[in-house]
């Protein structure tokens, strides 16, 4: 079974604060991807990552930035935390370009930024 | 306009019913199309591919109209477990394998 992690479920972090999202998967897969889902806009690519230290901008790349130094582990970061970044988190992995369309999510991390 | 779109429901249905959604996309080089389901306060998880020629598994059959550019989705016999927000999910081909999201119908059964 594919086994999608996230670092925490809740997270409550103050405006400025620096935010670390972390993300591991444990299938080898090369494909990592994270998303925000808001109510009423679904979810939104953040950034993506078909390789070890390689990354991809998404839909809303603006005031994040991400890591991956190891081809399981995918990490977001707010560099400077705003309000309007409070949301659900979800990270999520496949396994290569013949696979289209079967991503395997992560629980998800609701962050709350006060 | 939205890549992709939904009716958000929720649609109330009683058990046994079968529901259909429909969902339409916006462009017309898309390749690839999927419904995921996505339990309250859960993750997202792929519950059929769309192709051309449709696609039945069980209770659920998935329907592409590429001429009209929507997919459907059709539950026969609904069950209580059914109750879920069901999302339409399309590959644009800009490239990679990144998914457009639907808003997601939502599907609630009662006894």
């Known amino acids: 079974d594919v086994k999608v992690t996230q670092s925490s479920r809740y997270l409550v972090k103050r405006t400025g604060e620096k935010v670390f999202l972390e993300c591991v998967q444990d299938m080898d897969h090369e494909n990592m991807f994270w998303y925000r889902q808001d109510p009423g806009l679904g979810l939104r690519l953040i950034y993506f990552?078909?390789?070890?230290?390689?990354?991809e901008k998404g839909d809303i790349p603006e005031g994040y930035s991400v890591s991956r130094e190891k081809k399981e582990r995918f990490s977001l970061i707010l560099e400077s935390a705003s309000t309007n970044q409070t949301s659900m988190y979800l990270c999520a992995s496949s396994p290569g370009h013949r696979d289209v369309g079967e991503q395997y999510f992560g629980p998800g991390t609701r962050l709350t930024v006060t | 306009r939205k890549e992709v779109e939904q009716d958000p429901g929720p649609f109330n249905v009683p058990e046994g019913a079968t529901v259909a959604f429909n969902c339409t996309y916006s462009n017309s080089a898309s390749q690839s199309f999927f419904w995921y389901r996505q339990d309250c306060r859960k993750e997202p998880k792929l519950l059929m591919s769309v192709y051309s020629s449709g696609n039945e598994d069980g209770r659920f059959t998935a329907q592409l109209n590429r001429a009209s550019q929507y997919i459907s989705l059709l539950i026969r016999d609904s069950k209580l477990s059914d109750s879920a927000t069901y999302l339409c999910?399309?590959?644009?081909?800009?490239?990679?394998?990144?998914?457009?999201f639907g808003t997601g119908t939502r599907l609630l059964v009662s006894p």
């Open positions: 999910v399309v590959n644009p081909n800009t490239g990679f394998q990144k998914l457009v």
């Open positions: 990552s078909y390789d070890v230290k390689m990354k």
